[in-house]
């Protein structure tokens, strides 16, 4: 013990004796703190002028934001549901998304997986309604714009669908699934004009 506070005596001495240091430390300014729906709106604010490399740690942010439940029964329901799609289990999928939007209808990443499977399953009508639902509940959700036009180009709506291709365009200009599906069908068309 008495070893212990002559040492502890020794290194404030020393401490006192060095020379100043060359540059005074530099403290950061503090973050002002933000809830998870204001920094969501930031970065989606940010994405729609982002060019491809700005744009992915925004979007990757989005989406965690987007996939916080803040329940662990949803959490764990959403993870089963990803599993079961992962190995092509689309059946046990829209089972656990179905859980999803019964337990929590204000979720729209639930409704949105639940949307994505029954396009997969090909029930256009409930996809159309979970895809809608879901964008009424998060209207700035790029992805679900999307899978929305993959289901109205599979309903033959072909000018619905670019027109929601161009909405997920307006969110997310440089999102590869929409500039890809936008161009595809703007070259159908101009095919067609000829």
């Not at 100043?20 to 300014?29: D, H, N, S, V, W």
């Amino acid at each position: 013990m008495m070893i212990l506070l002559a040492s502890a005596l020794l290194a404030t001495a020393a401490a006192q004796n060095a020379p100043p240091l060359a540059e005074p430390i530099q403290i950061a300014p503090q973050v002002e703190f933000q809830t998870p729906q204001q920094r969501l709106t930031a970065r989606l604010d940010a994405l729609a002028t982002a060019d491809a490399a700005a744009a992915r740690p925004l979007v990757d942010e989005i989406f965690a934001l987007w996939s916080h439940s803040g329940s662990d029964t949803i959490s764990l329901l959403m993870d089963r549901g990803h599993a079961a799609e992962a190995v092509g289990d689309n059946d046990i999928a829209a089972r656990m998304y179905d859980h999803v939007t019964e337990l929590a209808p204000e979720f729209a990443e639930g409704w949105l997986a639940a949307g994505r499977v029954a396009a997969q399953l090909e029930d256009w009508t409930y996809a159309f309604q979970t895809l809608n639902t879901a964008l009424t509940l998060e209207p700035r959700r790029f992805d679900a714009y999307v899978t929305l036009g993959r289901v109205l180009e599979n309903a033959q709506a072909i000018g619905a669908a670019l027109d929601a291709y161009e909405e997920a365009l307006a969110i997310h200009p440089t999102y590869a699934p929409a500039v890809d599906a936008k161009a595809r069908i703007d070259a159908a068309q101009a095919g067609r004009a000829l």
